[in-house]
């Protein structure tokens, strides 16, 4: 009995993880929407629900701490509990890269002239891509699948690194543009970040199937 209570309780803060990963889904997708659609309720929704995604992450990492404390866990459920709260870290500081894209996209919707957003909505739907992705890969215990994303940065990487290059470009062409490109090149760097905290928690999921530490970046 006391085992299966145990399981329970892993299947619970499991739950709690995915609950916030869904919250960064959402606060992401809102962020770049926001930006694309000239929506400032949109982005100010973001800015402010980061304050619930934060409380969310500090009672999953207290659960996941007296779970420890109390039950004690060992071996692949000590693994299990300790991924799990390994990934709420990662996701909560997804939640604060999408905060700062919607900040920086605020002042951006006001601006009657602005730089071509086609390649950062390009990378912001690719990062949002992989947090589904690693997303689905935690909720099913796929330690392949998780590989399998972390091995798509790469192709972030390539997009993020040509986009800098044309907005120092832009900036360089166009200096009424030069406050917009700077924004837009800080929204680019987060939604980077968060690209390499997919990579982060493809590596939890290996530590929950396998025990083992690895790099996959």
Known sequence: MADRSLDVE???LRDDVRLLGQLVVEA???AMGGLIERDGDRLRAVIAGDADLNERHRRERERALVLIGERHPTGPALHQVVGLMLMGSELERMG???KSCARLALPLIEL???PRLDDIERLGAFVEEQVRDILAAVTEGDARRAQDVA???DRI???YHRLFDDLVETMREHS???Y???NLLFMAHNLERIADRVTNIAEDVVFLDSGRIVELG
Do not use: K, P, Q
């Open 176 to 178: 009424d543009h030069v």
């Open 180 to 182: 917009a490109a700077t």
């Open 151 to 153: 091995a798509r940065d």
């Open 28 to 30: 992401l997708a809102a």
């Open 112 to 114: 009657r002239s602005r």
């Open 10 to 12: 892993i299947t619970e």
């Open 96 to 98: 604060d890269h999408a």
């Open 157 to 159: 990487d390539r997009i």
